[in-house]
């Protein structure tokens, strides 16, 4: 994606008997890293005490000391990479989050958005709770102590019951790591094992190959797993609902999820490749020379582009990788510095030529007329924008970071202003009908950002939203 | 490049006449960073003193805090990223190294590696010098600081006369900037100017481009230049020997510089490219079903290869940019996790196929290896490695981190025995003809690597070798 | 004190209605510093929002950068410097604690110690409570956050109103700072003024002398003050018990507060003087050449001795103050590093002469028996140790964290056979009776750990005891 | 001293034959630490290379992590902490500095000031020699470099003829340790030996003790002492001057050594009491209540005075000993927080007294005037300000950071002058005449700061002064 304007909240991690098991924690988190830049930490038991570290950061630099791996000693560990959703980005935020409670020490960690959290959050605190973050994981610890349930599995899974929205979590007690994912199954949830015989809880596959793990299946929406020395046994979260439908994210496939991974039952690769393919379908280009993607995100997209149309696929920009979180804008200039530090179009092979350039998805549109404008300064004769996802019109419920509507491109102009507003010769995005051709069971997925159709119950978002929650 | 095996020495940058000397030196720094990353450091003069800040790590570790590049006050700098040639990894031998020395304060920073470099230290320290580094650059300045000549300019030609190899060198005095490049030109070093009127000095044209500067042209082999308040003064560097002809190491297009700059008269995209269509001429890959290149390196030549033959490219490897220089093995496990973290193969885009592997250059052959191991996880078909340069038989003299000879898989083996070391079904080369039809005057290009016809002139080779200088 | 064994729980420090409340807690947290040294904090309120900053170290450290001060903008603050009284060296347990609850954003900072902390925790955990710290200062907090009254001051009364212990509170809240102190007044808490119409608490009165601020009055025992815009108001805590009566902790004068400090009505310089005096009347010692305090806390009681006895004051040890706490011990030699780091003797001062050395306690006696074989290097002809304070042989309840009895020397041994322990030529302590001829009001100091007569009501402490808190 | 505006250079240590080499110079560098706190660095040898760590900061800061003691392995060690003198603060002036030059790896470390630093540098630097520091070691470092004789202490000889000025000096070679000591033997060096046979060699006697070593001597003025596996021999320096008489620093007495050293032949305790006593005499205070000392460095000195009136001795300033180098100043205020941060008047001892106070000199007088006005705070009756050193009238060339002989209050001021701008009751300066009643053989002692007379050859002084070079 070119753009800095949708964030994915987190990447969860476990891990359940393994000496070493915050060392494959901290491995995980490294192949997670692009679900969440802001924070890291890993939470270890070693069957009596949990301890934890985490600080603000990436994986690498949070755990930049052999001690700090070496000092979290145990067979059971999570860990959490955090890209904040609400704004607040502060230690106090950063996950897995450990509790003291009627249970004993309890860390969770979590991926998605509550719709009723802050409703939640209000009436517990009317009842005297009191909350030191603002993210929705510190709401699901205080249901699970408030729980009058006898064991932890019933606590944990008599909090979920009562929460509204995207989850992926998980836990780790003394002796026993725990993963569930809510019953519409928004973000994935991965449960894997390797050939010493322990047990993996991942948000996407590909952090699974440093640990030697092997996938053995999703966690099912609406599943709690419980994994102790006696084995796993599976749960269902309770629902007071009449029917409720898997609502899988479908910008897990877009965007979020790394294309090496598995989830909701599909290669990312493959489904994000259809996407390009489809793409050249419904908005050809004709007599091009060459089909580029913004880098890294939107390249598979831009090969599947080029298969289906035979233009030829080229790296029109080169990505400087070496850009970190720490860098310096150079004072008073009016220059763009932030896109142009981290792409530089390559002239030699754009200069003249008639261009195809394929993003993910177009937000606010700011970055990618920055983009636009670079490439432009290598002369290409034409430039073609094609979008692998359809037009974000409505703002998202369910842990995915965007602005408000106003500020959604999409939502004030037709696709012609946005083509004037961008400078490009055409622009085409992947139709949602395209976009659910491609998908395998495509009422399985949420387009609510395309199209508004929120996959939760009607009555449920009037009350919300006319309680202002949003 | 799949290997660590061969390092380039190092990047340089210099700005003259700009109030944000330092930040724009920063920039370049940046879009450097691939050819050092060892250490980072910045020299700015204000017109009377130069100030310095230097330290070990990535150019956005180095300069993390404003105040840095704030307290570098100046309208000249020189700026220098460090990947070491001589094992020692110390602040010692960062860059640029400022000197007091009879004409006042002079801060070079050096790409390049000199052969005369242990001669020439062992007379000047039998002549009472004392080193404080292992740098080559050391050498340099002290044969400045030792010449009896009056002015700067003559003091720095009088020094660059005296020292053999590769150097492309930038130096700072109060209130002059100079850039100079060794006789055979074997690093590149280009001019460039911005429309405020301030003149850039970088080891590539990628680095011009977030300072809005154009290339003037390359300093010539055997050239310096002065710049100060009077304009550009260019002069030719004595030299004492009968005829030198240029001899650029082609290792620049192969893998050094990015594919979106401009080096000995060239397009780098566009040479790399190149190589990557002979290589398919000269080995080609029947009915193979995609190709793919060791990302990021290898990506260009693979296009190239991919055109040519009309196979589909891919993207094969995923490669994680979030490991730094701080990972932490951890431990016991026999794994390489070197490789394993940095690469993840994608499943989705490899099972069954049959796979062509473009990479720039085999080295020692172990990482190679482990890639090839790691591929063949992801279960394809088969395997047939291409590589976008000749084999790597004889060591580099000038400034390339070479291993010895013995370590160099191509000195001990022939193809097909290195082909059943990598365990693939088929390997070629790009032959040193194949290469040199594509280089433009390759005459002018060192092929020592490759072949062992150094440039340099035989006898000094034969005096230092048998010196036992390397 | 010589010894490591006794350490005070915390210093706190607020400022009411001053653009720099944030500064001037700074200020008052380095005066402060000899009450904690493990972590520090600062919470500051804008009037709208309260916002913190807390780390481990030492107050220089937390606040090391200007920026940190700077960014803490608003016109109130409370901060806190924490001596771990429960072991638990970890941020989370670093203070202010600053909280979300029903009354909106409320800080708090502690020093003292809960008798009834562990009840107080189980039954609010048990009742689904979650606690992220292991302080006692939490348990007050979801006091707080969970009483039913309407106001704030209400709450914080209410919250109060339950705990049994030793408490000197400083809150904050939006646009209210708040002060109370336990029925007993076992902690000190000051209120001062300035000129320019700031209000301030403070654990001690030098704290103030830095912002030019001036005592008011103590806050009483039991009382508790709410100081905003219209002014200060005063409240007393309820309390369920038939009568309660100060009983000020009397090591305050001895060791814990600055000799420059006005505590439980007078000055700690003084009364520190007049047990050396009183020391000297009971246990005087003939023809002795010198008196010497072990510095730097049983200075004033050495000079009292000195100034009764009529015998040489002198320094004999001299204190390393730039003794961190990092200091890494050298491995594997048998030598205490720690005392000799830290002390060295005066060889000129003490050879061959007839030694009086005064200490404010002894504890274990361990330190005390390495400070005097370190003295004995000096070769002193005699040493006649003299304890300004009485045999400490009970454990305290209150917020001193101490040994347990069975490690106390002075429980487990006479005076003669601590002598022998010690390897001293006389051993004298300060009485009971002695200390409370010159307090003021002696009836009105806890003096458990003398002679294990607790201040709290006996069937509390019964029942406490018996079920096992301790 | 009150004052921050005399600084002495530098504290050097050195061990010979000890496996936790670096371990006990990181000990002796702790008890040196009043010496300098600027910068610190240990170089230790293991019998081949010569390894080095410095940085800037406290001993306790450059080595707080344990594994940077433990990777600086060997058996022979030198190390070194810094007061800048020359006003430049940065890392290329911390010490030891390390050379490679003809003779191999030597690192060296320097206490004192050369007068003719400047005119070697200028001669070295026309010569064609480059400075990477400002610091007199590195001048001293290229005359080794320089040297032709064939040994290692010939060349260290040869440098140490040739200087001029105040050096006591330690060289560590691969398998030697080398001390040396100017002619006048203006700064101290002791030599010392444990029981495990390591020899030592130090600033102080006080920083042996926590090695447990012992004394053996001091180092000769004019002498420079080789310590290897063969044992200890004695060198000359070589001089060319008809007759050089001892001129040791009376400011070692007087401030900088610490009390519990010996050097010069005598206790520094014993000394700096003495000249307590004399200004007793010299300028008695009649019916004054008590003598209190500015702290620390003062206190020996008040004891001295106490002893000799018969006033008593008490504390009447607390000083604050962890205010850092990192005290951030909070901002607009007029007040003065550097002085009343570290130090605080306590009130029960001053408030309506007749005070005697002893500091041991006045440079500038702008401290003092704020100490002098804190103490007023506390309402003493009246103030009686006695220095035990005679009045600062003249700079310093040998080693002795202190302000321009305009900027001395006593060049500027008579004695009632200063009285006057001090604002106390009365005034009185330790007469030059007693000042050399007290010491041992005043004759070999350099008053030149009190009285200008310059033990260095008249000529020379001349010929230096003329030439600008101070």
Do not use: W
């Amino acid at each position: 994606m070119s753009s800095d304007s949708i964030h994915e909240s987190c990447g969860v991690f476990g891990v359940f008997n393994n000496p070493r098991a915050a060392h494959l924690v901290y491995l995980g988190l490294y192949a997670l890293q692009h679900r969440g830049q802001e924070s890291s930490g890993i939470a270890v038991s070693d069957g009596n005490t949990v301890n934890i570290h985490k600080a603000m950061g990436l994986v690498g630099h949070v755990f930049k000391h052999q001690s700090t791996i070496e000092n979290l000693k145990g067979h059971s560990a999570i860990g959490h990479n955090r890209y904040s959703t609400t704004g607040a980005s502060t230690i106090e935020n950063a996950q897995p989050i450990l509790i003291n409670c009627r249970a004993g020490q309890i860390a969770g960690a979590h991926n998605g958005n509550l719709i009723n959290a802050d409703s939640l959050r209000k009436r517990m605190v009317n009842d005297g709770s009191i909350f030191m973050s603002t993210t929705d994981t510190e709401v699901i610890m205080h249901l699970i102590a408030r729980s009058k349930r006898e064991t932890i599995e019933a606590m944990i899974l008599d909090a979920l019951s009562g929460v509204e929205g995207a989850y992926s979590v998980v836990f780790l007690a003394s002796d026993t790591l725990y993963g569930a994912r809510d019953p519409r199954g928004i973000r994935p949830l991965i449960l894997g094992k390797n050939s010493e015989g322990s047990f993996f809880l991942s948000s996407e596959t590909c952090a699974f190959d440093l640990s030697g793990a092997q996938m053995i299946r999703e966690i099912e929406p609406g599943e709690m797993v419980r994994i102790d020395k006696r084995g796993i046994v599976s749960y269902r979260i309770p629902v007071f609902e009449p029917e409720i439908r898997p609502a899988h994210c479908v910008f897990e496939f877009i965007y979020f999820s790394r294309p090496d991974s598995f989830v909701f039952g599909s290669n990312v690769d493959k489904i994000r490749r259809k996407f390009g393919r489809q793409l050249a379908i419904d908005f050809p280009v004709k007599d091009a020379d060459l089909v580029m993607g913004v880098p890294d995100s939107a390249t598979t997209a831009a090969l599947g582009f080029s298969e289906q149309s035979g233009i030829r696929f080229d790296i029109g920009l080169i990505r400087n990788h070496y850009v970190g979180r720490t860098f310096i804008h150079p004072g008073q200039s009016g220059r763009d510095f932030g896109t142009r530090i981290k792409f530089n179009p390559v002239k030699g092979v754009l200069k003249g030529k008639k261009v195809v350039i394929v993003d993910d998805s177009i937000v606010r549109g700011t970055t990618m007329l920055k983009i636009i404008r670079l490439v432009k300064t290598a002369e290409p004769a034409q430039i073609h924008l094609r979008i692998s996802s359809p037009p974000v019109m409505c703002p998202c419920f369910y842990g995915i970071d965007m602005p408000t509507e106003s500020e959604l491109i999409a939502s004030n102009r037709n696709v012609e202003e946005i083509r004037q507003y961008l400078e490009v010769d055409s622009l085409g995005y992947l139709s949602v009908e395209g976009m659910q051709s491609v998908l395998p069971g495509p009422e399985n997925f949420c387009t609510a950002c395309f199209n508004g159709k929120y996959p939760m119950l009607e009555k449920n978002v009037e009350k919300e939203m006319v309680g202002g929650q949003f």
